[in-house]
């Protein structure tokens, strides 16, 4: 955890969050009671923030500070929202590129996802609330920095996203070792967003479902799936291939 962006005490934390802070996570002493921590869980809740129970031997690593059972992180970077990314990218292009990680948990794939995505010229990078790798000093350091060149939404839920995309006639893929086609065989010179699935599980089941189009790389050996920022970065210049 990064101490420039590290927020402890219950009170401040819960001031951080009235203040409209973006705040990446929170970590709370396990079995800590009082109504101040009551108070501060159930803003954490109200707010959709990420928190976890942990020892208080972790927070005790995390900070010598009287941290009374609660340290956050605060976001170094602003989110916005999910309509004002895709209402205002919308407006500038016709066929515009996002990039959806569905439980990317890895704040090493994140930022490796993040300067490839930049780098294709993506237009924005949606990511869920809950569960979602953090923007910190791996995320920023593994980025090279691009992390500050490209707008990052967060949603209550990746599949409200999806809708909304389709909604808004972006084509949803999913990249997944499950599907059928290749990605070399679907069209991808129109908006589309591509979806990346967590490290372990993938994209899931739910989400699955509901999109557009599914495709894969295609493997010559027993193992059978890349590394997910790798695989994104294959996806992500088969479109730059296909609108030259």
Do not use: W
Request: glycine residues 6%; proline residues 3%; contains cysteine.
């Amino acid at each position: 955890m990064d101490q420039e962006n590290q927020i402890f005490g219950i009170r401040a934390i819960i001031e951080a969050i009235e203040a409209g802070k973006d705040i990446d996570k929170v970590f709370l002493q396990k079995d800590a009671q009082g109504e101040l921590m009551n108070e501060l869980i159930k803003s954490l809740k109200r707010n959709n923030i990420n928190f976890s129970y942990v020892p208080i031997e972790k927070l005790n690593r995390l900070t010598k500070k009287n941290h009374q059972g609660a340290i956050g992180t605060i976001a170094p970077i602003t989110f916005i929202s999910l309509e004002e990314l895709v209402e205002t990218t919308l407006e500038k292009k016709d066929k515009p590129l996002f990039v959806v990680l569905d439980q990317l948990s890895d704040a090493r794939n994140f930022g490796a996802i993040i300067r490839t995505a930049v780098c294709c010229g993506a237009d924005g990078i949606i990511i869920s609330k809950n569960g979602a790798a953090p923007v910190n000093g791996d995320t920023i350091k593994t980025s090279a920095g691009a992390v500050f060149n490209i707008p990052i939404c967060k949603v209550d839920h990746i599949k409200d996203a999806v809708f909304y995309l389709q909604g808004s006639g972006v084509v949803t893929l999913g990249a997944t070792e499950k599907a059928e086609k290749e990605i070399y065989d679907v069209d991808l010179n129109v908006p589309v967003a591509i979806i990346m699935g967590s490290e372990d599980r993938g994209i899931n089941p739910s989400v699955l479902k509901i999109i557009d189009e599914k495709a894969k790389l295609p493997m010559f050996s027993s193992i059978d799936s890349l590394n997910v920022s790798v695989a994104c970065g294959a996806f992500l210049y088969e479109i730059i291939r296909q609108r030259r």
